[in-house]
């Protein structure tokens, strides 16, 4: 049993050597870098984008609020990659509060060795809290951990602001239809300069089933996907109460998951 533990945590940390030194992770086609293409296939997306936000409760109603808090659980299946964050229970509880808008995040924890303390990004900066003392620091390992969980959760409405939205075809996945929309914060070709998306809107739903993401912050070749499930009604918006995180769509063994308990949109700052 040890040796086979020793061998799964060899094959992650050699995956992860491997993707340090690979090329830049790349979710674009020809199709979408073809210039002439662009225009058309960026009005689709808008289009489809917007009817999947109507249908959720709609931009505007997202917009209207000042920030979100999560109660729920961190359910981790790698504790070495759980390693690399402040995480220290393989079933982490928490409560979080972020802005929308901004980049403030406020994250207790609920449960384990670190009951009770705090830890947040105030104006850019990581910091943590013992006993009411917060300290600022250059801990990535808050700031790692932090802007995903809460990207997670925003991505499926605010990715509609994208500098670059394109519509990228159909694909049918385990009998459902999906429409598909690219994404990205800079241009549509792969560069460590920006992040790219692949937003996987179900034609019968139009719920944000799954998410294909790069996270250049942690590594230029890093790619994964988001599971979104669970879909519940708060506050007139239609939100998952369930994000696994995997490396591919077809893959449900998951690195982690959230399982929140709680969703409340907050008016006030």
Known sequence: ????????????????????????????????????????????????????????????????????????????????????????????????????????????FSNGKRKGQFIGVEDGKPYKAIEGEKEFTDSSKIRIYLEPLTHYFKWPFNLYESPVLLYAGEREIENETYQLLFASSGGVAASPEHDQYVIYINKKTYHVDYIDFTLRSLFESYK??????????????????????????????????????????????
């Open 1 to 108: 049993m040890l040796n086979k533990r020793r061998g799964k945590l060899f094959l992650v940390f050699t995956a992860l050597i491997m993707m340090m030194g690979c090329s830049t992770a790349d979710l674009s086609t020809d199709n979408l870098r073809d210039q002439d293409a662009q225009p058309d296939l960026r009005e689709k997306a808008i289009t489809i984008f917007e009817r999947s936000l109507n249908a959720r409760g709609g931009y505007d109603t997202y917009k209207s609020f000042n920030s979100v808090r999560l109660r729920g659980t961190d359910l981790w299946h790698s504790s070495f990659v759980r390693f690399f964050t402040p995480v220290t229970e393989q079933a982490q509880k928490f409560e979080v509060k972020f802005s929308i808008a901004g980049n403030d995040i406020k994250y207790l």
């Open 224 to 269: 994964g996907t988001l599971h979104y499930r669970d879909f519940r009604t708060v506050q007139g918006l239609v939100v998952p109460f369930f994000i696994g995180a995997s490396d591919t769509i077809e893959n449900k063994d998951f690195v982690h998951e959230f399982l929140f308990s709680e969703i409340q949109f907050i008016t006030s700052p």
